[in-house]
């Protein structure tokens, strides 16, 4: 009895479980462990140096590959340090940066995701190694119930306990006594609850927040009542904290939370008690002067677990007597993959904005985003280079990324030997470099530019240890940095779980590692300032629709009302005021939007006319495939009743998720049935095609139009129309002034600055050329005969609308054969990297510069490529032929939205496009998110 859509793993289905059981034990290993308590074991390497470098990326001693290297040698060879001096429980208390951070950890790291095909009913898992019954067993048992927020996190906390308690060794343990906390982005040191805890756990003293009309709630007073954990030194104080310069106002917050419980407590015990500053991916030399600005002096520094800096090791702790130790760590997790075809460095939200105290926005609304603490998760990339002018944070973080995707690139996930992989990216051998890259902008220049210098430094540390070597043989690998190592490990752990489909396919014999591709064979980086229009317009599929009405939180789930998936279950809130939950005020249920739910992969990217009657068909065969079996006039065998039994946990879930998504579809489709978002919707293809709306601009405002659907809307027409009017933008922002406060004349010089509004001072006639103009005709953007229930183009995402990227993608194929003058509008800059406007080389073995690269001719377009790896690898048919593509990598440096994410599937789908895409971005945004992040 086959009850849902059979859902098959990507081509990087390897890299992909991989990276999940690597952040997840980096995590568990980075938790479970003390840094005062260095191993001294004979393998581990324990460097003292100055504490600058040790914060330095580039000037660190080891590879500058080790952020970006896959750590499942973190548990194995290369954590240095023990979880424990005695046999007593280690009780820590985690207190998270912002709540976009406490989100991802909890549902993308420490949730062990299971990957489901269902073909036969049989689940394939990408769990931890170790214990994968225990905590798996405990969640089959609640897979068919709709649980809220606050019991699905309780769950996870439970489990990672349990995880922790069993990986302990020599006696010691270790407990998670809270996770709950988030730190105040005012940056005062004061503490806030996760949103989705009891109502009576939020405070009361709540202000005005000038970006939105509803209340936010500054919980200044929040330290009393945390006397139990502050007074009680036993307990470590663990502060997780977005690294990389990306939120500085939390990492001051964490300083002065400190602070407080040290000046306040220390003085009446003996006891040295433990703050440890975990970053995420890694600690910046600005953010560790911050620090030691604010008092918190840094005793002990760990670099991926090697304790690099340490004055308070176990020697010195019993003499320190009463105080604090201080441990700055960084735990290099970077990517998390969010489907098998999307990765993130989910760099959103961040305390940066007041906005993110905001408590129940929308609460009134059936259409309830979620509310609570930086319930609009704000894209933290783009401001972070266009407008505080840190371009350098966001193109190294992107470039380290970049590098670990390769070395996991090698052999194609199938060939594990170390021989075979050589030295690792930019080593000795080419394999897993991926050959061909492009960028579009002057960001994904500055990204590609970064990336080949790491790899020269990579290659320059690797012949300096190779010298070394050949001067002293002597306690060979003591201490050094070992790629081979690495390899080892990352293919025992999770590498070779999951053959890919590129390599491990039918037929494939194993004579010739050698022969093997990677299965990444292309990159293209595309800096969001080329199509700055797209995040601004509304999507009509599925998943896109629902991040607009009802907003995809940070880590891939949404938060809806338990009254809309469950309109009827009284039986449920009856037993829920039983266990003492409040129905009232906890009444939402968490609903994961990814791959683990084999219906909403097949239906996410069905376009709104199509979704309905999908999900209406799926109810159908549902309910015929059940009545099948049920019939008693056919006789059933033994063996066809237990499988039948075996179905039944399956066919379950399957009803429970079709339940949710047809109670979802009906919110969805309501809200895109509305008068006010048809009416947005034709104001918006209006622009598209270069018409001026003013009027209806000013009709909006006058309307009340929600102030961030009126700047998206705003911005478009600057956009689309390569300016506003002097004379009509002053008289808008006047109406912006008196409609929606003072406050939003900030907004709008920062949208400025990001090149979202421009003003026209010279006069220029509305029906002369525009640069939006120049690609609307050269990238055929506007079809407006696409089918949307048989679409045969992507520009289905929004009935007639492609994006500009996608559109990008589609012409690298080509290798933009008659663009020219299209390419001439994507913008340059002078800052970091050429300051070119596109680039196209090929990565070599030895690595070289960007600059000796541009010397070189180009190669082939990316289809002639393609064709000729297909060529190589021999003829196939039908979805042979799909599974044997070669492997785009499609990075979008600043954001992607899910529009872009569908119309790259609908691409990658068909059988006409050479290659399979996926998606690697640094956060998912749309356009109120986008513009948000610009309202700090």
Same mark, same amino acid.
């Given at each position: 009895?086959?009850?849902?859509?059979?859902?098959?793993?990507?081509?990087?289905?390897?890299?992909?479980?991989?990276?999940?059981?690597?952040?997840?034990?980096?995590?568990?290993?980075?938790?479970?462990?003390?840094?005062?308590?260095?191993?001294?074991?004979?393998?581990?390497?324990?460097?003292?140096?100055?504490?600058?470098?040790?914060?330095?990326?580039?000037?660190?001693?080891?590879?500058?590959?080790?952020?970006?290297?896959?750590?499942?040698?973190?548990?194995?060879?290369?954590?240095?340090?023990?979880?424990?001096?005695?046999?007593?429980?280690?009780?820590?208390?985690?207190?998270?940066?912002?709540?976009?951070?406490?989100?991802?950890?909890?549902?993308?790291?420490?949730?062990?995701?299971?990957?489901?095909?269902?073909?036969?009913?049989?689940?394939?898992?990408?769990?931890?190694?170790?214990?994968?019954?225990?905590?798996?067993?405990?969640?089959?048992?609640?897979?068919?119930?709709?649980?809220?927020?606050?019991?699905?996190?309780?769950?996870?906390?439970?489990?990672?306990?349990?995880?922790?308690?069993?990986?302990?060794?020599?006696?010691?343990?270790?407990?998670?006594?809270?996770?709950?906390?988030?730190?105040?982005?005012?940056?005062?040191?004061?503490?806030?609850?996760?949103?989705?805890?009891?109502?009576?756990?939020?405070?009361?003293?709540?202000?005005?927040?000038?970006?939105?009309?509803?209340?936010?709630?500054?919980?200044?007073?929040?330290?009393?009542?945390?006397?139990?954990?502050?007074?009680?030194?036993?307990?470590?104080?663990?502060?997780?904290?977005?690294?990389?310069?990306?939120?500085?106002?939390?990492?001051?917050?964490?300083?002065?939370?400190?602070?407080?419980?040290?000046?306040?407590?220390?003085?009446?015990?003996?006891?040295?008690?433990?703050?440890?500053?975990?970053?995420?991916?890694?600690?910046?030399?600005?953010?560790?002067?911050?620090?030691?600005?604010?008092?918190?002096?840094?005793?002990?520094?760990?670099?991926?677990?090697?304790?690099?800096?340490?004055?308070?090791?176990?020697?010195?702790?019993?003499?320190?007597?009463?105080?604090?130790?201080?441990?700055?760590?960084?735990?290099?997790?970077?990517?998390?993959?969010?489907?098998?075809?999307?990765?993130? +460095?989910?760099?959103? %939200? #961040?305390? =940066?904005?007041?906005?993110?105290?905001?408590?129940? &926005?929308?609460?009134?609304? !059936? *259409? /309830?985003?979620?509310?609570?603490?930086?319930?609009?998760?704000?894209?933290?990339?783009?401001?972070?280079?266009?407008?505080?002018?840190?371009?350098?944070?966001?193109?190294?973080?992107?470039?380290?990324?970049?590098?670990?995707?390769? +070395?996991?690139?090698? %052999? #194609?996930? =199938?060939?594990?030997?170390?021989?075979?992989?050589? &030295?690792?990216?930019?080593? !000795? *051998? /080419?394999?897993?470099?991926?050959?061909?890259?492009?960028?579009?902008?002057?960001?994904?220049?500055?990204?590609?530019?970064?990336?080949?210098?790491?790899?020269?430094?990579?290659?320059?540390?690797?012949?300096?240890?190779?010298?070394?070597?050949?001067?002293?043989?002597?306690?060979?690998?003591?201490?050094?940095?070992?790629?081979?190592?690495?390899?080892?490990?990352?293919?025992?752990?999770?590498?070779?779980?999951?053959?890919?489909?590129?390599?491990?396919?039918?037929?494939?014999?194993?004579?010739?590692?050698?022969?093997?591709?990677?299965?990444?064979?292309?990159?293209?980086?595309?800096?969001?300032?080329?199509?700055?229009?797209?995040?601004?317009?509304?999507?009509?599929?599925?998943?896109?629709?629902?991040?607009?009405?009802?907003?995809?939180?940070?880590?891939?789930?949404?938060?809806?009302?338990?009254?809309?998936?469950?309109?009827?279950?009284?039986?449920?809130?009856?037993?829920?005021?039983?266990?003492?939950?409040?129905?009232?005020?906890?009444?939402?249920?968490?609903?994961?939007?990814?791959?683990?739910?084999?219906?909403?992969?097949?239906?996410?990217?069905?376009?709104?006319?199509?979704?309905?009657?999908?999900?209406?068909?799926?109810?159908?065969?549902?309910?015929?495939?059940?009545?099948?079996?049920?019939?008693?006039?056919?006789?059933?065998?033994?063996?066809?009743?237990?499988?039948?039994?075996?179905?039944?946990?399956?066919?379950?879930?399957?009803?429970?998720?079709?339940?949710?998504?047809?109670?979802?579809?009906?919110?969805?489709?309501?809200?895109?049935?509305?008068?006010?978002?048809?009416?947005?919707?034709?104001?918006?293809?209006?622009?598209?095609?270069?018409?001026?709306?003013?009027?209806?601009?000013?009709?909006?405002?006058?309307?009340?139009?929600?102030?961030?659907?009126?700047?998206?809307?705003?911005?478009?027409?600057?956009?689309?129309?390569?300016?506003?009017?002097?004379?009509?933008?002053?008289?808008?922002?006047?109406?912006?002034?008196?409609?929606?406060?003072?406050?939003?004349?900030?907004?709008?010089?920062?949208?400025?600055?990001?090149?979202?509004?421009?003003?026209?001072?010279?006069?220029?006639?509305?029906?002369?050329?525009?640069?939006?103009?120049?690609?609307?005709?050269?990238?055929?953007?506007?079809?407006?005969?696409?089918?949307?229930?048989?679409?045969?183009?992507?520009?289905?995402?929004?009935?007639?609308?492609?994006?500009?990227?996608?559109?990008?993608?589609?012409?690298?194929?080509?290798?933009?054969?008659?663009?020219?003058?299209?390419?001439?509008?994507?913008?340059?800059?002078?800052?970091?990297?050429?300051?070119?406007?596109?680039?196209?080389?090929?990565?070599?073995?030895?690595?070289?510069?960007?600059?000796?690269?541009?010397?070189?001719?180009?190669?082939?377009?990316?289809?002639?490529?393609?064709?000729?790896?297909?060529?190589?690898?021999?003829?196939?048919?039908?979805?042979?032929?799909?599974?044997?593509?070669?492997?785009?990598?499609?990075?979008?440096?600043?954001?992607?939205?899910?529009?872009?994410?569908?119309?790259?599937?609908?691409?990658?789908?068909?059988?006409?496009?050479?290659?399979?895409?996926?998606?690697?971005?640094?956060?998912?945004?749309?356009?109120?998110?986008?513009?948000?992040?610009?309202?700090?």
């Amino acid at each position: 009895m086959s009850t849902a859509p059979s859902t098959t793993r990507g081509p990087l289905a390897h890299i992909v479980d991989a990276l999940r059981i690597d952040n997840h034990q980096l995590l568990v290993e980075t938790l479970r462990c003390d840094p005062r308590y260095p191993s001294n074991d004979e393998g581990h390497h324990n460097t003292v140096m100055n504490a600058g470098d040790a914060a330095a990326g580039d000037h660190h001693p080891r590879s500058a590959m080790d952020d970006a290297a896959p750590n499942n040698t973190h548990s194995s060879a290369s954590h240095h340090f023990t979880n424990s001096a005695t046999t007593a429980t280690s009780r820590q208390r985690l207190i998270f940066g912002s709540d976009n951070l406490r989100r991802t950890i909890l549902h993308q790291v420490i949730a062990r995701r299971v990957s489901v095909t269902f073909d036969e009913g049989e689940t394939s898992s990408t769990t931890n190694k170790n214990n994968t019954t225990t905590a798996d067993t405990k969640k089959s048992k609640k897979k068919n119930q709709n649980k809220s927020q606050a019991e699905e996190e309780q769950e996870l906390m439970n489990e990672l306990n349990e995880e922790l308690v069993l990986s302990s060794t020599g006696g010691g343990r270790c407990e998670i006594v809270k996770c709950s906390e988030v730190l105040s982005p005012l940056g005062d040191g004061s503490l806030l609850l996760s949103s989705k805890t009891k109502s009576s756990n939020v405070k009361k003293g709540s202000s005005k927040n000038p970006f939105d009309d509803g209340p936010f709630n500054n919980n200044n007073s929040t330290i009393e009542e945390e006397d139990e954990e502050d007074d009680d030194p036993t307990i470590i104080t663990t502060y997780l904290l977005r690294g990389g310069g990306f939120d500085i106002p939390s990492v001051a917050s964490a300083a002065l939370h400190r602070n407080r419980i040290v000046s306040s407590r220390y003085h009446q015990h003996q006891q040295s008690r433990l703050f440890r500053f975990v970053f995420l991916p890694r600690m910046t030399e600005m953010e560790r002067l911050l620090l030691k600005e604010l008092g918190v002096q840094d005793d002990i520094i760990v670099e991926s677990g090697n304790v690099v800096v340490s004055t308070a090791t176990a020697g010195s702790v019993n003499a320190l007597g009463g105080g604090a130790v201080n441990s700055l760590e960084s735990v290099p997790i970077d990517l998390i993959p969010l489907d098998d075809d999307v990765l993130s +460095l989910e760099l959103s %939200g #961040g305390s =940066g904005s007041v906005e993110s105290l905001s408590i129940d &926005r929308n609460s009134n609304s !059936e *259409s /309830d985003k979620g509310g609570g603490i930086g319930s609009s998760a704000a894209a933290a990339s783009l401001r972070h280079s266009d407008v505080e002018g840190c371009e350098a944070d966001v193109v190294d973080v992107v470039a380290r990324s970049l590098l670990k995707l390769q +070395l996991l690139n090698q %052999g #194609g996930g =199938g060939g594990g030997s170390g021989g075979a992989a050589g &030295r690792g990216v930019g080593g !000795e *051998s /080419d394999v897993g470099v991926i050959g061909r890259v492009l960028g579009l902008g002057p960001l994904a220049t500055a990204v590609i530019d970064r990336m080949m210098y790491l790899r020269l430094e990579e290659d320059r540390m690797d012949a300096q240890a190779d010298e070394e070597e050949e001067d002293d043989d002597e306690d060979e690998d003591v201490g050094e940095y070992n790629d081979e190592e690495i390899l080892e490990n990352t293919t025992a752990v999770g590498v070779e779980t999951v053959a890919s489909p590129s390599t491990g396919g039918g037929g494939g014999s194993s004579s010739d590692n050698g022969s093997k591709q990677p299965p990444i064979q292309a990159l293209l980086v595309i800096d969001r300032k080329i199509d700055l229009v797209t995040p601004m317009l509304t999507p009509l599929t599925y998943e896109g629709l629902i991040d607009d009405v009802l907003q995809i939180q940070v880590g891939g789930c949404v938060s809806v009302k338990k009254s809309i998936v469950e309109p009827d279950d009284q039986t449920e809130q009856q037993n829920q005021r039983a266990r003492g939950y409040d129905t009232k005020n906890d009444s939402k249920v968490l609903l994961p939007l990814n791959d683990s739910d084999p219906l909403y992969t097949e239906v996410r990217d069905k376009h709104v006319e199509v979704f309905g009657s999908f999900l209406q068909n799926q109810a159908k065969a549902l309910k015929e495939s059940h009545s099948q079996f049920t019939n008693r006039e056919t006789a059933r065998d033994l063996s066809e009743i237990h499988q039948f039994v075996k179905q039944i946990p399956v066919f379950t879930r399957n009803l429970r998720s079709l339940k949710n998504h047809i109670h979802i579809a009906e919110l969805v489709k309501s809200a895109a049935e509305a008068t006010s978002f048809r009416q947005r919707w034709q104001t918006e293809r209006s622009m598209l095609e270069s018409e001026s709306q003013y009027d209806m601009l000013e009709d909006l405002i006058a309307s009340g139009e929600p102030p961030y659907r009126w700047l998206r809307l705003f911005c478009l027409q600057s956009l689309t129309s390569n300016g506003i009017k002097a004379t009509r933008y002053e008289s808008l922002r006047k109406e912006v002034v008196q409609t929606y406060g003072f406050e939003f004349l900030m907004v709008l010089n920062d949208l400025e600055k990001a090149g979202f509004l421009r003003k026209r001072e010279t006069f220029f006639m509305d029906s002369m050329a525009t640069s939006y103009s120049t690609l609307r005709k050269s990238l055929n953007l506007i079809n407006a005969e696409v089918d949307p229930s048989n679409p045969d183009d992507p520009a289905y995402v929004s009935s007639g609308y492609a994006p500009i990227t996608v559109r990008w993608v589609q012409a690298a194929m080509r290798g933009y054969l008659g663009l020219d003058e299209a390419l001439k509008e994507l913008p340059s800059s002078g800052g970091s990297g050429s300051g070119r406007r596109w680039i196209d080389i090929e990565q070599k073995s030895p690595p070289e510069s960007l600059v000796e690269a541009l010397k070189q001719d180009r190669g082939s377009s990316l289809g002639v490529l393609a064709k000729k790896l297909s060529d190589s690898t021999g003829e196939a048919s039908g979805g042979e032929q799909q599974e044997k593509k070669p492997v785009l990598l499609v990075y979008y440096v600043g954001g992607i939205t899910y529009m872009e994410i569908a119309a790259l599937r609908f691409l990658s789908k068909r059988s006409s496009f050479p290659y399979s895409i996926i998606c690697c971005t640094t956060e998912i945004v749309n356009g109120e998110t986008l513009l948000r992040s610009l309202s700090c």
